[in-house]
């Protein structure tokens, strides 16, 4: 984890959606924008607030909180109205918003309830197109500005506790591309980070996260990257460093998805069943 900043990311302002507590991926992140230099406006849905929490992140980064549902237009509108008038635009935007319905309420794969899944996807997925235009259409949005949303590569491959949400991931890395692919010409990048399992509120929602975290661990032959180190990647994503990259999902997991199978993991399965 780096201790100091380098400026990387001074003069630069923008909006992180999703700090909930010290164990949300937000919350780091947000530390280490504000370590490079960086100012924002942290927002999370008006539920959130009575969970408290975010007004020590705000105070440590010195930071306002506009309280906004990520799927209601209506909010979006005001926050990014309200952050154009307070910052005078904003050059990277921090989508770190999950919530799987059906994946909390214990509803498998090919029972799910599709008023659940419907709140699945908006909250998960769609909330990246809805504040993405809400920004462009206030006018808040600057060119050559960076958007950053978390993902993880159950859109790629089964996961089976990871049920609706590997849709959802998928829907957020499409989104991202079909938006990257039109905003290039004003300099607008869009990328998806896929994080390794990481222990979160949104991460422990999920039945069988311990498994899954633990399998990637030891597959991966750096183990498991953690909230700071993939705060530290967002970093060098919003700042100017990686300015030609756009449309694309970058894995930050310690090499998992390269990986097939280890010696390790063959030995633990024979000792498992007995071979
Ligand atoms: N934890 C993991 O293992 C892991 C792995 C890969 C990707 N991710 C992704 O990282 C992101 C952040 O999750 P996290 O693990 O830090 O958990 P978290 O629970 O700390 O963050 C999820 C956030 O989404 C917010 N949210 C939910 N509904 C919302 C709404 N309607 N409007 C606005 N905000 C809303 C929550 O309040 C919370 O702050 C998510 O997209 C998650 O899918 C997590």
Redesign the pocket.
């Known amino acids: 984890m780096a201790n100091s900043g380098h400026d990387l990311l001074k003069g630069k302002k923008g909006v992180i ?5 010290e ?4 919350w780091s992140i947000a530390e280490a924008i504000h370590r490079e230099g960086g100012r924002f406006v942290l927002s ?2 008006p539920v ?1 607030q009575r969970l408290g929490g975010l007004d020590k992140l705000a105070e440590k980064t010195d930071s306002e909180i506009i309280w906004a ?3 209601d237009d209506d909010a979006l509108k005001e926050l990014f109205g309200s952050v154009k008038s307070s910052l005078g635009g904003v050059d990277f935007i921090v989508h ?4 799987g319905l059906n994946v909390r309420k214990n509803r498998g794969y090919q029972e799910l309830n599709y008023d659940w899944y419907h709140k699945t996807l908006d ?2 997925a769609i ?1 990246l197109h809805r504040i993405v235009r809400q920004a462009l259409e206030t006018g808040a949005l600057n060119d050559g500005a960076s958007v950053v949303a ?3 590569i159950g859109a790629q491959r089964i996961f089976s506790k990871y049920s609706e949400m590997g849709d959802a991931k998928a829907l957020l890395e499409s989104i991202a591309r079909s938006f990257g692919s039109r905003l290039g010409k004003q300099g607008i990048r869009i990328n998806t980070i896929s ?4 222990r ?4 422990s929602g999920i039945a069988g996260f311990d498994s899954m975290f633990d399998f990637a661990d030891h597959l991966s032959p750096l183990g498991n990257a953690d909230a700071e180190s993939c705060a530290d990647y967002t970093v060098s994503l919003l700042s100017d460093l990686t300015r030609m990259v756009t449309m694309q999902n970058l894995y930050h997991d310690g090499g998992f998805s390269s990986m097939g199978f280890t010696d390790d993991l063959v030995d633990a399965l024979k000792n498992a069943f007995g071979a």
Do not use: E, K, R
């Open positions: 959606f999703g700090a909930l507590n164990s949300s991926i937000a999370n849905a959130a549902d990520a799927t770190s918003i999950g919530m909250i998960s909330s978390l993902t993880y994080q390794s399992p990481t979160t509120t949104a991460g």
